[in-house]
Antibody, heavy 121, light 113 residues
Framework: EVQLVESGGGVVRPGGSLRLSCVGS????????MSWVRQAPGKGLEWVSG????????GYADSVKGRFTIARDNAKNSLYLQMNSLRAEDTAFYSC??????????????WGQGTLVTVSS | DIVMTQSPDSLAVSLGERATIKCKSS????????????LAWYQQKPGQPPKLLIY???TRESGVPDRFSGSGSGTDFTLTISSLQAEDVAVYYC?????????FGGGTKVEIK
C-alpha cells in the first residue's frame, strides 16, 4: 500500500523557519518525482515545489522562490521542504505528493494527508 | 506562469444527470513533440487529499469509474460526469504540468440539486 506521511508542521512566528519531512513507503521512491502542494483552510490547491527522481531538477512557485528549498534523500525514502522567512500567507496544510513520472513535469498520482503550518505572531 | 481558469465555480446537478466542468489555460499545454496535453483532473472530497481522475487530458486513472471523462486540447478542456452519483459530491480541480511552476485551477464545487 502506497503511503506518504508528512511531519514537521506547527506554529511559527512571521520571519521564522520550519522544516517539513515526508516519508514514502509501498513504492519505489526513486522512480518518482515528488512535490509539495499546499492548501490554505477552505481554499484551493497551490503547487509549492517539485523535485525530480534524482534531485537534479527542482521547481518552485513564484510565491516561495528564494525562501523555500526542496530536497530528497532516496536512501531514506524521504522528501523535505525547508521554509525560511515565513509569512502569514504561508499558513496552510502542506501535502507531500508523488509524481506519476521521474521528472517534475508530470501529474501527481498520490497525496499524503498533510501537515498544518500556521504562521502567526 | 500558466493560469488555469475553471468554470463554473459551483454547480448543482440532479442525481443521474450530466455535470460539465470547463478549464481554460492561459497558454497551450499541448506538447508538440509527443502530441500530449499536460492536463490532469482531480477530485477532492471534504477532509481528504485530492484523488487523480484523469491525466493527459483524457486518460482515466486506474479504478476511476467510466462515468468520468476528460476531453479537449491546447487551451480548452472539459471534465464530464455522465450520470452524477451521490458519492461524486466534491470539489474538482484541473492542473497543468506542462511548465513549472505547475498550476491548478481554482476548483469547481459539485453538489446535488
Amino acid at each position: 500500500e502506497v503511503q506518504l506521511v508528512e511531519s514537521g508542521g506547527g506554529v511559527v512566528r512571521p520571519g521564522g523557519s520550519l522544516r517539513l519531512s515526508c516519508v514514502g513507503s509501498g513504492f519505489t521512491f526513486d522512480d518518482h518525482a515528488m512535490s509539495w502542494v499546499r492548501q490554505a483552510p477552505g481554499k484551493g490547491l497551490e503547487w509549492v515545489s517539485g523535485i525530480s527522481w534524482s534531485g537534479d531538477s527542482t521547481g518552485y512557485a513564484d510565491s516561495v522562490k528564494g525562501r523555500f528549498t526542496i530536497a530528497r534523500d532516496n536512501a531514506k525514502n524521504s522528501l523535505y521542504l525547508q521554509m525560511n522567512s515565513l509569512r502569514a500567507e504561508d499558513t496552510a496544510f502542506y501535502s507531500c505528493a508523488r509524481g506519476a513520472f521521474a521528472m517534475v513535469r508530470g501529474a501527481t498520482d498520490f497525496w499524503g494527508q498533510g501537515t498544518l503550518v500556521t504562521v502567526s505572531s | 506562469d500558466i493560469v488555469m481558469t475553471q468554470s463554473p465555480d459551483s454547480l448543482a446537478v440532479s442525481l443521474g444527470e450530466r455535470a460539465t466542468i470547463k478549464c481554460k489555460s492561459s497558454q497551450t499545454v499541448l506538447y508538440n513533440s509527443n502530441n500530449k496535453n499536460y492536463l490532469a483532473w482531480y477530485q477532492q472530497k471534504p477532509g481528504q487529499p485530492p484523488k487523480l481522475l484523469i491525466y493527459w487530458a483524457s486518460t482515466r486513472e486506474s479504478g476511476v469509474p467510466d462515468r468520468f471523462s476528460g476531453s479537449g486540447s491546447g487551451t480548452d478542456f472539459t471534465l464530464t460526469i455522465s450520470s452524477l452519483q451521490a458519492e461524486d459530491v466534491a470539489v474538482y480541480y484541473c492542473h497543468q504540468y506542462y511548465n513549472t511552476p505547475l498550476t491548478f485551477g481554482g476548483g469547481t464545487k459539485v453538489e446535488i440539486k
